[in-house]
């Protein structure tokens, strides 16, 4: 499966334009929340966030029960920029986690390590430590924090060393790698037969997702 993060960028047009791809079910759409409601066809759409709260007096926030009514199947929990910026922990995301799994709407728990992390070789420990919310639900997105946005993407065999420490540990969940995937290195990345990616910056681009499908389908 793919998952395009939009992150805080697109508009009415893009929807537009992604819909002459015919995009098959393979791919999930994440747009920012206010176009959640927006015609998609049949595109499969996904939220970046959800609140830990459900409705009631939470101004601006976005509940499971609102993706729910917007038909959203999937929704990014604990992205490594909501973690940063918005200073959500495992507290939060926990909640959010169960507001989702109340709604029907399959969470992706991110998780990754920063790139001192990785050099002092302590990276299992914060894997660990931000899995153990996971639920049997959850799909994991291993996005390490060096690697989004940057174009460092780790090796094969570190993917592939990663993605057997999740499905071994907890319970055989799907795992998709995040981090500077775009349409020239998705096909040796798939090749560590992790189950997707998650896409950012190359998301929006219409071209480079319309290579993309065209390397899926080939494969
Ligand atoms: P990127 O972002 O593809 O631009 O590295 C990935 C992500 O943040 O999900």
């Known amino acids: 499966m793919i998952f395009l993060n939009w992150k805080a960028n697109g508009n009415k047009n893009l929807i537009e334009e992604f819909k ?36 009631g007096s939470y101004t601006g926030e976005i509940t499971a029960q609102m993706l729910s009514d917007v038909n959203a199947k999937y929704c990014l929990v604990g992205h490594s920029e909501r973690r940063n910026h918005y200073k959500e922990n495992n507290e939060s995301l926990s909640k959010q986690i169960t507001n989702l799994i109340n709604y029907n709407i399959t969470p ?10 990785r050099q002092n070789n302590t990276y299992f420990n914060v894997l660990n430590n931000q899995l153990s919310i996971c639920r049997k639900e959850c799909i994991i997105a291993y996005e390490p924090i060096w690697s989004i946005g940057t174009g460092l993407i780790p090796t094969n065999q570190e993917i592939i060393e990663i993605k057997n420490f999740i499905k071994n540990s907890y319970n055989n969940p799907k795992v998709l790698y995040g981090g500077s995937v775009n349409a020239s290195n998705i096909k040796a990345i798939l090749s560590t037969e992790v189950d997707g990616t998650l896409i950012g910056g190359a998301s929006i681009k219409v071209d480079e997702v319309k290579q993309i499908q065209q390397i899926i389908q080939n494969r």
Do not use: D, R, Y
């Open 108 to 117: 992706i728990l991110c998780i990754g390590e920063n790139s001192a992390e």
């Open 20 to 55: 002459t791809l015919n995009l098959n079910t393979n791919f999930v759409v994440m747009p920012p929340h206010h176009l959640l409601s927006s015609k998609f066809g049949t595109i499969t759409i996904g939220s970046q966030s959800v609140s830990q709260f459900n409705n």
